[in-house]
């Protein structure tokens, strides 16, 4: 049943298209001609677009996911002595933020769609946790509700790690508007990235807003004075002049994410545990993750057929040798799911065969 020399890569970041590709040089035209390469007026154009997008007050560019929620986390005096709950299951900047603050990361468990528990967050509250820090695993937004109510009932914090979930929504609000703060990876590798290193903070607050644009360079305010020690996180006005390019096809991007995501759903939920998407919610499916007890020889299968396939965090975050000595709760779901984890491909290239390929692949395994 294999066809031949056939190959479904996981990704492909490469610009082919000729039409896109003009667009991205006319506007690095642009910024090379103005000559204001960092900070300069595409940025600014830049927030305002996702603030209005995301339908939060304000947004502050920076220049990476990673410092995204370091500065989050900084500008609400998260430091040492603290304690930020976070999910045992993400991409390890999300403790890495927490740490380089001097805080401690504190590990909750997953529920069965990947996200934080919030039973496991509410058991794991102490005098001394003043953030919580779900993240919108592979692209599905996180139970806001549930955990914003445990927020408000000991007045903690939310920063939302919303870096895989660009554009995903439940009941129409979008994911990275329920939070206090919020934060966005926009890297290559992202459903909205852009051509190099980039990220972006949201905050409903003025006063953190411009706590967060000194924070951005230096902690300086007006080039003079140094109001605390801090990094440069200023974003590239090249990568704002592209994204603002990209933002304009990101919900056919989303879509077509989601259009791949419904023929897998619909082919192989018999024989693997799919995604489960919920009325009312959009999914952004920055991965699509199955779980299998047959992940070994299946990726052996898949490879064999040409079919890249990927395990995206294969160590939970609290078993990292960083991290072993850190704080947890109890984390049974997550250490049962985490070697079940595969991530198959899923992109705005492939084509409704491509993904028909890929069922078909997965069907033969299982019935063989
Ligand atoms: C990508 C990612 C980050 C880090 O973003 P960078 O832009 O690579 O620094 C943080 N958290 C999660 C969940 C991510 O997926």
Redesign the pocket.
Known sequence: MKEKNKTVPFLDLRITNTEDRQKLLNVIEKVMTHGRFIMGPEVELLEEKIAAYIDMPYAICVN??????YLALRSVGVGPGDEVITTAL??I??AN?IALCGATPVFADISDDLNIDPASVASLITKKTKAIMP???TGKVCDMYSLNDIANRYDITVIE????AFGASLYGKRAGSYGDLS?F???P??VFGALG???VILTRSSALQQRLISLRYNGMENREVCHEPSLNGRIDTLQAAILLVRLDSVETTIEKRNAIAQIYNNAISEYVITPCIMKDERHAF?TYTIQTDDRKKLIQYLEEAGIEVKIRDSILMPNQPAYKTEIHGKLTNSERIINRLLSIPIHEKMTEKDAVYVTNSIIDFFRS
Not at 161 to 164: I, L, R, T, V, W
Request: proline residues 0%; aromatic residues 10%.
């Open positions: 990476s996911g990673t410092d995204a929620l993400s991409w900047a999300t933020a993240v919108h695993y790690d919303a870096s895989q934060c990876s926009l890297n590798m992202k290193e980039a990220g920055y």
